[in-house]
């Protein structure tokens, strides 16, 4: 049961097709709405004059590309979708489409690494067959929506954290990774990276990693272990490989020379590691855990930004930054217009101005439809953050909407 959603150039594109979106930046196409049925003839002579740039055709909305080649169907016999589903559709934006169907590869991607842990626990060769196609089925879900992908990582419960951050700072790696310039097989050494960085977490007791308090001196040393551990874990496995390896060993370390556990600084700490510490750090303290509750997205950044003097690479920082957003998904904004919303992604130009979902008005809370409203147009803008608790908003549910 594979993914219903398919890369193909545009020019592949056919009659009774359904877009979900076009890649790059959609105002670049002369087509007003990101996600459509290819019902006549002009949408598609418009489309295939996009040429190589690729779409992401969605094979359970409509056709997909298999079947005799018809190179150019009369639009007149070409019903609109002759085979779509006649199962009543919850009604859902594409937003929230792209959100439950990246749940269920988290929860495939959550399994794949708990049976690592439980191998390296059991001190058994790690079951790695299937990752690269885990790894692909996340890098698939970025590349079509890196704020729902990145979403669902990030909200966890406190107890299938360690599988969940493995999967997260897999799937934040990959998205800085594309931003950076990673592509290929490169991207699926990042994901495999991420995903086995705290395998060595197995050599660490399970009472320190969930202490509800300060860790003592000996406590404290056997978490710094950590990545030793997993490094000896790793060199035993042939499909590791050297940047899983080096990740896993150096995650900890930073730029000052003050990390663990070999107060590398600089230039010595190589790239990929230096990209693990901050998806690391972003991942861990956004997350829930026994001893404290998770930070806010745009919190966490702000006080990232404030360690990044030696902790953190200046340019993989700000890269990272530009990724998350000063707005990340499920940020609860107020608007100059006094009404409460949403952010869903970020837009290709200023990290101020979002893609929001309008919730309601302000104080009096009436509902407004739950409309999608680019910030860079510039119709309104954004003036503060609101708390969602304070509010009663399970971000969650609003962002599967
Ligand atoms: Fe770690
Ligand atoms: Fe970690």
Same mark, same amino acid.
């Given at each position: 049961?594979g @993914?219903?959603?398919?890369?193909? =150039?545009?020019?592949?594109?056919?009659?009774?097709?359904?877009?979900?979106?076009?890649?790059?930046?959609?105002?670049?196409?002369?087509?007003?709405r990101?996600?459509?049925?290819?019902?006549?003839a002009?949408?598609l002579?418009?489309?295939?004059?996009?040429?190589?740039?690729?779409?992401?055709?969605?094979?359970?909305?409509?056709?997909?590309?298999?079947?005799?080649?018809?190179?150019?169907?009369? =639009?007149?016999?070409?019903?609109?979708?002759?085979?779509?589903?006649?199962?009543?559709?919850?009604?859902?934006?594409?937003?929230?489409?792209d959100?439950?169907r990246a749940?269920?590869?988290?929860?495939?991607?959550?399994?794949?690494?708990?049976?690592?842990?439980e191998?390296?626990?059991?001190?058994?060769?790690?079951?790695?067959?299937?990752?690269?196609?885990?790894?692909?089925?996340?890098?698939?879900?970025?590349?079509?929506?890196?704020?729902?992908?990145?979403?669902?990582?990030?909200?966890?419960?406190?107890?299938?954290?360690?599988y969940?951050?493995?999967?997260?700072?897999?799937?934040?790696?990959?998205?800085?990774?594309?931003?950076? +310039?990673?592509?290929?097989?490169?991207?699926?050494?990042?994901?495999?990276?991420?995903?086995l960085?705290?395998?060595?977490?197995?050599g660490?007791?399970?009472?320190?990693?969930?202490? =509800?308090?300060?860790?003592?001196?000996?406590?404290?040393?056997?978490?710094?272990?950590?990545?030793?551990?997993g490094?000896?874990?790793?060199?035993?496995?042939?499909?590791?490989?050297?940047? #899983?390896?080096?990740?896993?060993?150096?995650?900890?370390e930073?730029?000052?020379?003050?990390?663990?556990?070999?107060?590398?600084? +600089?230039?010595?700490? @190589?790239?990929v590691?230096?990209?693990?510490?901050?998806?690391?750090?972003?991942?861990?303290i956004?997350?829930?855990?026994p001893?404290?509750?998770?930070?806010?997205?745009?919190? #966490?950044?702000?006080?990232?930004?404030e360690?990044?003097?030696?902790?953190?690479?200046?340019?993989?920082?700000?890269?990272?930054?530009?990724l998350?957003?000063?707005?990340?998904?499920?940020?609860?904004?107020?608007?100059?217009?006094?009404?409460?919303?949403?952010?869903?992604?970020?837009?290709?130009g200023?990290s101020?101005?979002?893609?929001?979902?309008?919730?309601?008005?302000?104080?009096?809370?009436?509902?407004?439809? @739950?409309?999608?409203?680019?910030?860079?147009? +510039?119709?309104?803008?954004?003036?503060?953050?609101?708390?969602p608790?304070?509010?009663?908003?399970?971000v =969650?549910?609003?962002?599967?909407?």
């Amino acid at each position: 049961m594979g @993914s219903p959603l398919k890369k193909i =150039p545009a020019s592949r594109a056919m009659l009774g097709m359904y877009v979900r979106r076009i890649e790059g930046k959609w105002r670049d196409h002369p087509f007003w709405r990101r996600s459509f049925l290819v019902a006549d003839a002009e949408a598609l002579k418009l489309l295939r004059a996009l040429g190589r740039q690729e779409i992401w055709i969605d094979t359970h909305k409509g056709l997909d590309e298999e079947g005799p080649a018809s190179p150019q169907p009369s =639009p007149e016999l070409a019903p609109a979708t002759p085979d779509a589903p006649s199962a009543p559709e919850v009604a859902r934006s594409d937003f929230g489409d792209d959100i439950v169907r990246a749940e269920a590869i988290r929860d495939r991607a959550k399994l794949a690494a708990k049976a690592l842990f439980e191998d390296a626990r059991m001190g058994r060769a790690l079951r790695m067959e299937n990752l690269p196609s885990v790894i692909e089925e996340v890098d698939n879900a970025i590349a079509l929506n890196p704020a729902a992908m990145l979403s669902v990582v990030r909200l966890k419960n406190k107890d299938d954290y360690t599988y969940l951050h493995s999967v997260a700072v897999a799937a934040l790696m990959m998205a800085l990774g594309r931003r950076l +310039g990673f592509e290929g097989a490169e991207l699926t050494e990042l994901g495999l990276a991420g995903l086995l960085h705290d395998i060595g977490k197995v050599g660490v007791p399970d009472a320190t990693l969930n202490k =509800p308090g300060r860790l003592d001196p000996l406590e404290w040393a056997s978490v710094r272990q950590h990545p030793q551990i997993g490094w000896d874990i790793l060199r035993r496995e042939s499909a590791a490989g050297p940047m #899983a390896l080096d990740v896993c060993l150096h995650h900890h370390e930073k730029t000052d020379g003050s990390g663990y556990p070999h107060k590398l600084g +600089g230039e010595a700490i @190589s790239r990929v590691a230096r990209m693990g510490a901050i998806c690391d750090v972003y991942d861990a303290i956004t997350s829930d855990r026994p001893y404290k509750r998770g930070w806010e997205p745009a919190e #966490a950044i702000r006080r990232m930004a404030e360690w990044q003097e030696g902790h953190f690479d200046r340019a993989i920082f700000h890269a990272f930054v530009k990724l998350i957003g000063i707005y990340p998904t499920g940020t609860l904004v107020r608007l100059a217009s006094d009404r409460l919303a949403m952010v869903l992604s970020q837009s290709g130009g200023s990290s101020l101005t979002p893609t929001v979902r309008l919730l309601c008005t302000l104080p009096d809370g009436e509902p407004l439809d @739950s409309m999608e409203m680019e910030l860079e147009d +510039g119709d309104d803008r954004i003036v503060g953050i609101e708390d969602p608790a304070q509010w009663n908003f399970q971000v =969650p549910q609003l962002l599967r909407a």
